[in-house]
């Protein structure tokens, strides 16, 4: 018996053979759905709607203890009515958190939400060509 590369090798000596795998085509104009360009479009859409809504949640929460570690006299000193400025920004973190949920959901509406409806309806129009063929 010769060793052929292409062919899995048992992981034990006694293992039956693996059946051999059979040979899928596809048309020219299909393409695998893992290929195709609207989910390269999908992924950097939903790339850079994680990547803005994190860098403004983060970002803020960084200047904050920038602020606070590297210039406490910023953060001490008093604005409106006495209220010390760290306490302000440190009273601003939720409000920019709820920024950084809305514009996730901004940018899934308006930017990664239709292009995944595009390929769901396409995925369910190939299915149904798909069925119809067998």
Do not use: C, N
């Amino acid at each position: 018996m010769s060793y052929d590369p292409s062919q899995p090798r048992p992981t034990y000596p006694w293992q039956p053979p693996a059946p051999p795998q059979p040979a899928h085509r596809r048309p020219r104009h299909q393409h695998a759905l893992g290929h195709h360009s609207d989910l390269r479009i999908l992924r950097s859409a939903y790339r850079w709607q994680r990547r803005v809504a994190t860098l403004t949640a983060l970002g803020y929460f960084t200047l904050f203890l920038f602020l606070s570690a590297f210039a406490p006299s910023v953060m001490t000193s008093t604005v409106a009515g006495g209220l010390p400025t760290g306490l302000l920004l440190a009273l601003l973190q939720l409000p920019v958190t709820w920024l950084a949920i809305a514009l996730y959901e901004h940018t899934a509406r308006r930017l990664v939400d239709p292009i995944a409806d595009r390929i769901r309806k396409q995925s369910e129009l190939d299915a149904k060509r798909e069925a119809v063929r067998r």
